[in-house]
Nanobody, 124 residues
Framework: QVQLVESGGGLVQAGGSLRLSCAAS????????MAWFRQAPGKEREFVAA????????NYADSVKDRFTISGDNAKNTVYLQMNSLKPEDTAVYSC?????????????????WGQGTQVTVSS
C-alpha cells in the first residue's frame, strides 16, 4: 500500500501563490506516476497535473498550464504543486493521487491511491 499526505493549502488573494506538497510513504516504488486533482463545491473532480518519476514527464490541464508547475523530490518521496497567478476559480480541495500504471493519465479512475485532500481558497 501507499500512503499520501498533502499539505500547503490555505487562503490566498487572487494573483498570489501557494505550494502544495504530497509526501508518499509505504511501497512507493510501485507508483511511478503521481498527480494532483481538485474538486470545487458542486463540481466534479478534475485533473490538474501529473508527474512521472522516470524522466520527470509532466502533464497539465489546459486551465492551469503556464501557471502551475508539478515537480518531484525523489529523496523525499514528495511531489509538489507550485501554483502561481491564482484565480478565484482555482478554489477547491486539492488531492494527491498515485498510480501503478507507467504513464500519466488525466482520469481519476487510473489512480488507486489518494490522499485526504487540502483546501485551497482564492479570494477576489
Amino acid at each position: 500500500q501507499v500512503q499520501l499526505v498533502e499539505s500547503g493549502g490555505g487562503l490566498v488573494q487572487a494573483g498570489g501563490s501557494l505550494r502544495l506538497s504530497c509526501a508518499a510513504s509505504g511501497r512507493t516504488l510501485i507508483t511511478p506516476v503521481m498527480a494532483w486533482f481538485r474538486q470545487a463545491p458542486g463540481k466534479e473532480r478534475e485533473f490538474v497535473a501529473a508527474f512521472k518519476w522516470n524522466g520527470d514527464v509532466t502533464n497539465y490541464a489546459d486551465s492551469v498550464k503556464d501557471r502551475f508547475t508539478i515537480s518531484g523530490d525523489n529523496a523525499k518521496n514528495t511531489v509538489y504543486l507550485q501554483m502561481n497567478s491564482l484565480k478565484p476559480e482555482d478554489t477547491a480541495v486539492y488531492s494527491c493521487a498515485a498510480t501503478q500504471r507507467p504513464f500519466t493519465s488525466r482520469r481519476a479512475g487510473s489512480y488507486a491511491f489518494w490522499g485526504q485532500g487540502t483546501q485551497v481558497t482564492v479570494s477576489s
